[in-house]
């Protein structure tokens, strides 16, 4: 920010501080989807005519929302896919902003045998790749990486220096017991998002088995990097409660509902 000190004869007047007008990147996201057997555990949710309602479901379903979404804000955002087995690949691996080749890459996505250990290493060297691009369109590179296994922490071998790209992380597992250490995993995803990340980026997590929670996260990733505070400052979304009749003196619609401040 530039201070701009008034100017004149009389009392000294107050600085006005002004931020200087910059244009956000077009990005190019890369989603990454997990096809481990995990990514096959059922939702709280049943699909139409009673059909269990999996993991991989409702990430193609919240990737769709995404993508409508981002082409809203700006339609010169592109996206790619890749899929993440013991490694990763890819599935659709030119930019697109067609929302038919998005659909089209969506239903090609499939769930593997049980992969075993996942390496992350690929998926970078992938990234790192599509970014040097991507920048020379003075464009920038991100990638969602939706992870499922509640026992395998994701491995890399990455160097530290090379932030080419953004990573953001969604993390669906079970609740933590005798056979899985979704904390475990949770912190080698944040370990990995720290060590490779360009801008702030983002990892949310749930064990709920609720779809409303994964498009939640999903809109918040809405949120260009270049334009996010860091994660621990974030306060969205709000929750909404109902207000209280005795909280204020003056008459109110018992019904009414406010946005909290906590």
Known sequence: MEGIEGQGSGPPAVSRYTLQPTRLASEDILF???????????????????????????????????????????????????????????????????????VSACRGIAVESPCGHADLTQLFRVAAHEAKKTRAQNRILRVILLYCRSSIPPQHQWPATQKLFTLDVVYLHDKPGPDNCPQKVYDALVEALEHVSEYEGYIFESGQGLTRVLFRHMCTLLSHPQQRCVQDDLDIPKSLTKKSATSDSAPTDENAVVVSSQ
């Open 32 to 102: 990454c989807v997990d096809v481990d057997n995990e990514s096959l555990v059922e939702m709280k949710v049943a699909a139409a005519g009673g059909r269990p309602y999996t993991r991989l479901d409702s990430i193609k379903q919240a990737i769709l929302l995404f993508v409508n979404a981002k082409l809203t804000i700006n339609p010169d955002h592109r996206f790619a896919f890749a899929t993440l087995g013991k490694s990763a690949s890819w599935v659709r691996k030119e930019f697109t902003s067609d929302i038919d080749s998005v």
